[in-house]
């Protein structure tokens, strides 16, 4: 089955503490986004890629960092400089190519600090 | 800035036609695309609109109007399993999505 994972679904931390929250996707897609959804709110982009080693800041980006050494991976580091980083965040691909831009969305982890 | 405005709730009754829409206020989006997301999920993909008009997906209608930055999803024969929060997002190019702020269906019996 084709699709995205993220892992873990919940996930906790202290206050201080790094945490890389993972994405594999076999989709084949070139392009990974990362999003950052608050309770009742839209989804905000924090990085993006287009391309394996390649990545872009999205509109959200301090605090976090991100890699892209693989095509199928696009893992999320929320460092100890993101002031509020309790959230549910989406991890999504798209094809690049296609007419409709679609992004396919991972099922999410929910990152509680504590 | 690029902002996407929804309104916050909408609440119908099964069967009923229900439409949500979403004003722009920016001229740089190339299309409007629609999203699915129940509670606790992931978001799906409902349809895109890259030229004016209206497009039909069976039950769900998608429009756009770029000189109104305007679009709206139409639903129609409303089912329980629609109760969802669905946003719009214009395309910016470069394989980039602005999302709105997102409407919660709220369909009762």
């Known amino acids: 089955d084709g699709g995205i994972t993220q892992s873990p679904k919940y996930l906790f931390r202290k206050e201080g503490q790094n945490v890389t929250l993972s994405c594999e996707q076999n989709l084949n897609h070139d392009a990974m986004y990362w999003y950052r959804q608050d309770p009742g709110q839209g989804l905000r982009l924090i990085y993006y890629s287009q391309i394996v080693n390649d990545f872009q800041k999205g509109d959200i980006a301090e605090g976090y960092s991100v890699s892209r050494e693989k095509k199928e991976s696009f893992p999320l580091t929320v460092t100890s400089a993101q002031k509020n980083p309790t959230a549910f965040y989406l991890c999504?691909?798209?094809?690049?190519?296609?007419?409709?831009?679609?992004?396919?969305f991972g099922p999410g982890t929910r990152l509680t600090v504590l | 800035g690029q902002s996407l405005e929804q309104p916050s709730e909408v609440t119908a009754v099964e069967g009923a036609i229900v439409q949500i829409n979403c004003t722009y206020q920016?001229?740089?989006?190339?299309?409007l695309s629609w999203y699915q997301q129940h509670d606790g999920g992931a978001p799906t993909f409902l349809s895109y609109?890259?030229?004016?008009g209206l497009e039909e997906t069976g039950r769900f209608s998608s429009f756009l109007s770029r000189s109104d930055s305007y679009g709206y999803l139409l639903l129609q024969e409303l089912q329980m399993k629609d109760s969802a929060s669905y946003f719009c997002?214009?395309?910016?190019?470069?394989?980039?999505?602005?999302f709105g702020t997102g409407t919660r269906l709220l369909v009762s019996p």
């Open positions: 920016t001229s740089g989006f190339y299309g």
């Open positions: 999504a691909s798209s094809e690049g190519t296609s007419g409709n831009n679609e992004q396919f």
């Open positions: 609109n890259a030229l004016d």
């Open positions: 997002a214009g395309y910016t190019g470069f394989q980039k999505l602005v």
